[in-house]
Nanobody, 115 residues
Framework: QVQLVESGGGLVQAGGSLRLSCAASGTIFSINAMGWYRQAPRKQRELVATMTNGGSTVYADSVKGRFTISRDNAKNTVHLQMNSLKPEDTAVYYC?????????WGQGTQVTVSS
């Protein structure tokens, strides 16, 4: 079992920045991926960014150049620095951990960007 605790969401004006953090605990395998997904009202959950323990990253096209994912493997944490936020970034952001056997989700943190 893996537990994920997210923090850092909130309300920000368009053009502003937020930093999300997620801490994983439990049975963490050395080969894994951690990342962020988001779900806006009446929309499907979508990938924002992921990063493997080896440092490989994947970003959604909509956030490239604005968001940066990083992680600390020793602390089992992953962060998402979000700059130049837009109203369309408003969503619940979920942290995800995945290894070869299972994947786990955090409880979600609300990000609201006002215009």
């Amino acid at each position: 079992q893996v537990q994920l605790v997210e923090s850092g969401g909130g309300l920000v004006q368009a053009g502003g920045s937020l930093r999300l953090s997620c801490a994983a605990s439990g049975t963490i395998f050395s080969i894994n991926a951690m990342g962020w997904y988001r779900q806006a009202p009446r929309k499907q959950r979508e990938l924002v960014a992921t990063m493997t323990n080896g440092g490989s990253t994947v970003y959604a096209d909509s956030v490239k150049g604005r968001f940066t994912i990083s992680r600390d493997n020793a602390k089992n944490t992953v962060h998402l620095q979000m700059n130049s936020l837009k109203p369309e970034d408003t969503a619940v952001y979920y942290c995800k951990y995945a290894d070869a056997w299972s994947d786990y989700w955090g409880q979600g943190t609300q990000v609201t960007v006002s215009s």
